[in-house]
Every structure is written in structure tokens, then in C-alpha cells.
């Protein structure tokens, strides 16, 4: 059993991260930034985190689990496009070129986060994911999923409503797509 101060640490430790990719590319953050921000030591964060890059995946979680925790069963498209929308500030944070030292480790947790909910069977199931799921080989439909989502975010200019509406629409077309693909 997990102490109540273990998960609050291990909570601050990932807000914090979370916090700075907001405003920060990951190549650009560093463990000792992260601990500034979460009020802890270097070992303390060692305790609860191989790297930055573990603590990503947390971040990724917290996000999906709010998410979830925020909706009530199955998620229309628009509510899926909602998500990306806005949590674009992180999304494009975690875009690194293909050269950068972080790429696979972020290509293999975007994976792998995602692996993770196709496999669950939960009551609610997402119509996409069923879709993804089902067909013949679903890391290659992620991977085409999210470079393709991540690619059409990074080139979005989202500050003014014109843009992101349109980037919205563009988003609930495609889940609706791959929801109703026959």
C-alpha cells in the first residue's frame, strides 16, 4: 500500500512537469528545473522517477485520468478534439525532430500510452478505439494517428478562434471517420 506522502509527492513531481511543458520545449527541461518547480531535491525525485522522460508518461496519465474522471462514459468527437485542443500547449511541447535525443523515448511512451487503453476493457470504450482495436495492426494505426494529429497541431497556428475552430472541425472529422469506417 502506497502512502498518502508518497502519492502526493509523486502528484507534485508530475504537476510540475506538467506545468513546464506548458511553456517549455522537453528537450529543453531539465531534471533540476523540475525539482525547483515541485520544491524537492534531486534524490527525491530519483525516488520516484528514472528520468524526465518517466515522469512525461505521468504527465500523460494525469492528463487522460482528468480527463476521464471529468466526462461520463463514451466521448463524442467533438469531446476528443476538445482534448487535443486543449491540451495543445503540452502536445506540442512534446514534438521533438526526429535527430533529437528524446524522439524515440517520446515516440515509444505516445505508444505505449496509448497501447495501454486499447488493451483496457472497460465498460465505456471508445468507438476509436474499438475501431484502432480491431484493426490489423493497431500500433501502426497509433503511430499513423498520432503523428498525423501531432503533425496537423504543429502546424496550426491556434491564436486566434478562426484557426481553432477549424482545427477542431478537422479533428472530429477524422474521429468520425475512423468511428464509422466500415
Not at 44 to 60: G, M, N, P
Request: with cysteine.
Amino acid at each position: 500500500m502506497v502512502s498518502y506522502a508518497r502519492l502526493r509527492t509523486r502528484n507534485q513531481i508530475t504537476i510540475a512537469m506538467l506545468t513546464l511543458l506548458k511553456t517549455h520545449r522537453i528537450d529543453d527541461i531539465e531534471v533540476t528545473q523540475i525539482c525547483e518547480a515541485a520544491l524537492i531535491k534531486r534524490s527525491t525525485f530519483y525516488r520516484y522517477f528514472h528520468d524526465k522522460i518517466e515522469v512525461t508518461e505521468a504527465v500523460l496519465d494525469k492528463l487522460l485520468e482528468d480527463w476521464q474522471n471529468a466526462g461520463h462514459g463514451e466521448r463524442t468527437p467533438a469531446e476528443i478534439a476538445d482534448f487535443f485542443m486543449d491540451n495543445y500547449d503540452v502536445f506540442s511541447h512534446l514534438q521533438v525532430d526526429a535527430s533529437s535525443r528524446h524522439y524515440a523515448d517520446i515516440q515509444k511512451i505516445l505508444q505505449r500510452w496509448i497501447m495501454a487503453r486499447i488493451g483496457q476493457r472497460k465498460k465505456f470504450t471508445q468507438p476509436v478505439i474499438e475501431r484502432v482495436r480491431r484493426t490489423h495492426d493497431p500500433m501502426l494505426s497509433i503511430i499513423f494517428l498520432l503523428d498525423g494529429t501531432f503533425g496537423v497541431l504543429a502546424q496550426a497556428n491556434l491564436s486566434n478562434q478562426r484557426d481553432r475552430l477549424r482545427v477542431k472541425a478537422f479533428l472530429m472529422e477524422v474521429v468520425e471517420g475512423i468511428q464509422n469506417y466500415k
